[in-house]
C-alpha cells in the first residue's frame, strides 16, 4: 500500500470537495451504511446536548443529528466542505443551534471542556501517524465535560482482518484498503483510553457487513456489487436494530466513552 503523506491525503481531500462537495457520498460511498450509522448514532444523543462534529465534510450527517440534540457545531479541515455545508444547511431557522466552521483536529479551537458529546466518523484513520492519532484523541479529550461522551466511529485493522477471514472462506478477495487512510489498531487505542475513558458499549456491525459484504458479494459475483443496491438498504434496515451477532465480523466499529 501507498505511504501516508499527510499533504497528499490534504490534497486527496480538497479534490473530493471541489468535485463531489455537494454529495452526501463525498466522504463515504456506502450511503446505505452511513444512514444505518446515523440511527445508530442518534440513540446516544440527548436533548439537552452541546455536540462537536469533527470531520464533518459537507456536513451530511450533522444536520441529521441537530434535531435531537441543542446544539451541534461541525468542524473540518478542508475549507470547500465547510462552505459546502453552511451552503446546504445552515438558514435563519437553524442558526442558533447549527453551525460549521473550519478546524483541524489537531488544533481544535475550543475551550476546555466544552461540549457534552464528540462525534468522530472515520476522522482518525484520515491521519497519518498514530501519534497523531492520538494528538487528536487527547484534544477531545480536552474539549469534553468531565462525565462527557465521545462517540468513536473508526475501522480497525484487527476488524478488517476478521472480515477478510469471513469472505475468504466463501471464495471472496479481501477488501479494498484505501491509502490515505491509517487503520486503528484497536489494542493501541484502548491502552491509549484507559486512563481517560471509560468504554460504555462497542457495536461493530456485523449484521451490515454479512448481508452487504458478503451476501451481497456473493449474489453478484463476478460483478462488482454496487453501493446502491437495494440489497444494502435492507441491510441497513436490519442493521439499525439488530447491529452485531455472535462470531460476526466488521471493518467498521463504533465505541461509545465516557470521560474520566
Known amino acids: 500500500m501507498k505511504k501516508m503523506c499527510k499533504e497528499e491525503i490534504r490534497r486527496y481531500w480538497e479534490s473530493k470537495a471541489s468535485e463531489e462537495g455537494d454529495k452526501p457520498s463525498s466522504t463515504i460511498k456506502d450511503h446505505e451504511f452511513r444512514e444505518m450509522e446515523i440511527a445508530v448514532i442518534s440513540k446516544y444523543l440527548k436533548p439537552r446536548d452541546v455536540v462537536l462534529d469533527i470531520g464533518c465534510g459537507n456536513g451530511f450527517s450533522t444536520v441529521c443529528y441537530l434535531e435531537k440534540v441543542n446544539k451541534i457545531i461541525g468542524v473540518d479541515y478542508i475549507q470547500d466542505f465547510v462552505d459546502w455545508a453552511n451552503r446546504l444547511y445552515v438558514n435563519e431557522n437553524n442558526r442558533s443551534k447549527l453551525e460549521f466552521k473550519q478546524a483541524d483536529a489537531l488544533e481544535l479551537p475550543f475551550k476546555d471542556e466544552e461540549f457534552d458529546v464528540v462525534l468522530s466518523e472515520r476522522m482518525l484513520i484520515n491521519l497519518s501517524t498514530w501519534d497523531d492519532q492520538k494528538k ?12 462527557g461522551r465521545l462517540i468513536l466511529l473508526e475501522v480497525s485493522i484487527q476488524g478488517m482482518a476478521a472480515l477478510d477471514e469471513m469472505r475468504k472462506k466463501f471464495g471472496l478477495e479481501e477488501m479494498k484498503k484505501h491509502w490515505h487512510n491509517l487503520y486503528i489498531d484497536e489494542d493501541m487505542l484502548q491502552r491509549f483510553l484507559a486512563d481517560k475513558f471509560v468504554i460504555k458499549d462497542i457495536k461493530r456491525f456485523s449484521i451490515y457487513c454479512l448481508i452487504s ?4 458479494s456473493l449474489l453478484v459475483a463476478p460483478e462488482e456489487p454496487q453501493y446502491g443496491a437495494k440489497i444494502n438498504k435492507i441491510a441497513s434496515l436490519i442493521g439499525r436494530e439488530y447491529i452485531d451477532f455472535k462470531g460476526g465480523a466488521s471493518h467498521q466499529f463504533m ?3 465516557e470521560k474520566i
Open 213 to 216: 459484504k458478503i451476501a451481497h
Open 255 to 257: 465505541y461509545v466513552l
Open 136 to 147: 487528536a484523541l487527547n484534544n477531545i479529550w480536552k474539549v469534553l465535560k468531565k462525565g
